[in-house]
């Protein structure tokens, strides 16, 4: 990203408080822009389309809460597409399944399938992971968030928190290392979330 979207405190200081709506509006190809990155990290597979992956994002955030602060907005909106990604996860994998419908022959099943489901699965792993991290520590969660799904940078991640970059670096080590170890325990591949992919 450019860092205007998250530098433009601009708009936020002529308003005490803004609608969903109107700062998705007035950020929207930067929106775009960061879900376009969204899908060619971490989906390179599918066929969900950018600006579907930004709408349903919208759709989670609270349409009637109203914003005072700039960091809150782009904290949510980094928590919603994480929720939109796991969502669709969930959806693509139950079709994959059939929908409990068994595949009459062989012939129905697509190889090239079974990359995508471990992707889907593995999503739906680290999320779960995550929700149970947020149990004990919400902060590496947002870190996550922050840099993993939303793919804000270092800097970025720690100005929406509002912690020093040095606290996002150290916080990103301990939520990756949370992670192998359960994925470790649970006997599946590790996920290692990089935020630069």
């Known amino acids: 990203m450019d860092g205007s979207f998250l530098s433009d405190r601009a708009i936020w200081e002529e308003e005490d408080c803004l609608s969903a709506s109107f700062l998705f509006e007035k950020h929207y190809d930067e929106l775009l822009r960061l879900a376009r990155q969204i899908r060619r990290?971490?989906?390179?597979?599918?066929?969900?389309?950018?600006?579907?992956l930004l709408h349903d994002a919208y759709m989670k955030l609270k349409q009637d809460h109203e914003w005072r602060?700039?960091?809150?907005?782009?904290?949510?909106?980094?928590?919603?597409?994480?929720?939109?990604?796991?969502?669709?996860?969930?959806?693509?994998?139950?079709?994959?399944?059939?929908?409990g419908v068994k595949p009459e022959s062989l012939d129905d099943?697509?190889?090239?399938?079974d990359h995508t489901s471990a992707q889907l699965d593995r999503m739906l792993d680290v999320n779960?992971?995550?929700?149970?991290?947020?149990v004990e520590s919400p902060r590496l969660v947002k870190v996550i968030d922050c840099r993993f799904f939303a793919g804000y940078t270092e800097e970025?991640?720690?100005d929406l928190l509002g912690v020093t970059s040095r606290t996002v670096r150290r916080d990103w080590e301990k939520a990756r290392a949370y992670l192998k170890l359960r994925f470790e325990l649970a006997g599946k591949?590790?996920?290692?979330?990089d935020a630069n992919a």
């Not at 949510?76 to 059939?98: D, E, F, M, P, W």
């Not at 099943?109 to 399938?113: C, H, Y």
């Not at 992971?129 to 947020?134: G, H, K, M, N, V």
């Open 41 to 52: 990290r971490r989906m390179t597979h599918d066929t969900y389309l950018t600006g579907d």
């Open 69 to 99: 602060e700039k960091d809150h907005f782009l904290a949510s909106i980094a928590l919603a597409l994480r929720h939109t990604l796991v969502s669709h996860a969930r959806t693509r994998l139950a079709a994959k399944r059939g929908g």
């Open 109 to 113: 099943v697509d190889p090239a399938d």
């Open 128 to 134: 779960a992971s995550l929700e149970d991290l947020a």
């Open 156 to 158: 970025e991640t720690a």
């Open 189 to 193: 591949p590790n996920p290692q979330p």
